[in-house]
């Protein structure tokens, strides 16, 4: 191990005020300098290896489960909505610099016309049409002269919608003729078809950037009345900024700490991963997650319900049988049978790698058992690999024991120079949506501390710069990644219909989002 790096009085100052230990900043740094490992895939999982597939009587059994369990229970719906919708609008920011230095080809000339073109058939259009007009822009006159840089400022820019600076929440993504909604108000609407309890209460927590609070909370006081009218629901909405002691250290290329033009230490977000911390403080035991962009209008609700009821089907069943296992063991061994009974259930339906030495000592076998089953319970949704980016499901092996687990895992994580690693990658079947459903309380009805099944060996490096210097930046294990890697995992096949993702503006021209189809 190098040596520890020496902080100054300023410095300890600094990380204390972000809640953050001198230990923390050295293991950061320590990450840096040995970086981290490659996972070892050892298949992809598939329908034959890994990841349910259910008929049509099945998942309406499922669905019924759910309806019947969650009655007098509170649901939550948890949205990760920190995000901004900059990504989103890249091209368009690449667009209206080339324009204005003169450097379109016909190549880009071609497609930045036809996107200008399709303009009636965003969300946004009406919006974007009254605030140039109001700005004495004639939008028509531009259109045809095809000054689409004026366009585009007013897309992106201050004087317009704002929308470089907005986040993905506050983006209008739906028209529905007599209103259109934003991502965040669909959320709302989905919330209230599948987590309403009887008392009529609806839960949700979204997670918030600070820049972004007050305006997603402005809109939301303005529209909950509405729609906790329309759908006869209480709402019960939370919200939580990512902590600031989960922020990781920056370094430079050399792996020595970056420090800005002060002198200061510099931090940054650690990405998804950090929002293992605000679910840990979420109080319900039983919660969705998706993302804000993946979201559907109404035509396409029936669906995405459907299939949301009957993944938390299965995880309410799967939930209720491992507490019967584990109230069995807590009262000592068990005979044999059932031993072995339970067994074939890990193996069976939570897909519990299960060595072989183990069913010759059972007593070894009992202790391996009460260990795998006393932790949190996720229920993934996995669609057909149709080419969008994102992580997949995979058998991973555990480099200390050789063991397998399925785990959800993204191509930065894998040594895409070894030939047969690329090989178990590139043919995967499914591919991850971020549509899943968890239990984070144990069988005798007390909260997990998730943070102690996170593994810490799954966290990512990645290159950025700052005032046009290169730094180096850490992401915490993903929150469906490596900071669930430790939770009993299963995967369901569901259709790509489910999956909806708004990753570019572009993608809102997808007839799945088209204005124009509501």
């Not at 995967?491 to 999956?499: A, R």
Request: glycine share 6%; with cysteine; net charge negative.
């Amino acid at each position: 191990m190098a040596e520890k790096f020496k902080l100054s009085e300023i410095d300890r100052k600094q990380i204390l005020e972000k809640g953050i230990s001198d230990d923390i900043i050295e293991q950061q740094l320590e990450i840096f300098r040995q970086g981290i490992p490659y996972l070892k895939l050892a298949a992809a999982a598939t329908p034959e290896n890994g990841i349910k597939v259910f008929d049509e009587a099945e998942i309406e059994h499922l669905c019924a489960t759910y309806e019947k369990a969650t009655a007098d229970i509170n649901v939550l719906k948890f949205v990760p909505a920190s995000g901004a919708a900059s990504r989103m609008f890249k091209d368009m920011f690449t667009l209206k610099e080339n324009y204005e230095k003169g450097k379109i080809d016909e190549k880009s000339a071609f497609k930045i016309k036809n996107f200008f073109q399709e303009l009636p058939h965003f969300a946004f259009y009406n919006e974007l049409k009254k605030i140039m007009t109001t700005a004495g822009e004639d939008f028509d006159k531009a259109l045809i002269t095809q000054d689409y840089a004026t366009i585009a400022g007013f897309i992106l820019g201050e004087k317009g919608l704002n929308y470089a600076s907005t986040p993905k929440a506050l983006i209008k993504f739906h028209n529905y003729g007599d209103e259109v909604r934003t991502s965040l108000e669909e959320h709302l609407v989905e919330g209230a078809l599948f987590c309403r309890n009887a008392k009529g209460e609806t839960h949700l927590h979204f997670t918030l950037s600070p820049e972004h609070k007050q305006a997603v909370i402005g809109l939301l006081d303005k529209v909950v009345p509405t729609y906790s009218a329309r759908y006869n629901t209480t709402y019960h909405i939370s919200y939580t900024e990512q902590k600031p002691s989960t922020d990781t250290i920056a370094v430079d290329l050399a792996n020595e700490p970056f420090r800005e033009a002060d002198g200061k230490l510099l931090f940054r977000p650690a990405g998804h991963g950090a929002l293992i911390e605000n679910l840990n403080d979420c109080k319900e035991a039983l919660i969705f997650i998706k993302n804000i962009d993946n979201i559907v209008p109404d035509r396409l609700r029936g669906e995405t319900i459907r299939y949301k009821k009957m993944i938390g089907g299965l995880l309410l069943k799967l939930k209720d049988k491992v507490a019967h296992y584990l109230q069995l063991f807590e009262q000592g061994q068990p005979i044999d049978s059932v031993l072995y009974e339970a067994a074939d259930f890990a193996k069976e339906e939570l897909f519990i790698s299960i060595a072989d030495a183990l069913y010759n000592n059972p007593q070894n076998l009992f202790a391996f058992l009460k260990s795998k089953f006393n932790r949190p319970l996720r229920v993934c949704g996995m669609v057909v690999n149709a080419g969008e980016p994102g992580g997949g499901p995979f058998w991973v092996e555990n480099p200390s024991d050789k063991s397998l687990s399925l785990q959800i895992v993204e191509s930065s994580q894998v040594d895409m120079k070894n030939e047969q690693q690329k090989d178990i990658l590139m043919h995967a079947t499914h591919f991850n949506p971020v549509d899943l459903v968890c239990w984070v309380y144990d069988y005798k009805g007390n909260k997990f501390n998730l943070t102690q099944f996170v593994d810490p060996n799954t966290g990512f490096i990645s290159q950025k710069s700052k005032d046009g210097r290169e730094l180096k930046a850490l992401e915490l294990p993903g929150l469906w990644n490596g900071a669930m890697a430790n939770w009993i995992t299963v995967f369901v096949d569901v259709p790509l219909i489910t999956f909806n993702p708004v990753k570019t503006i572009d993608d809102l021209l997808r007839k799945e989002h088209c204005a124009l189809t509501q």
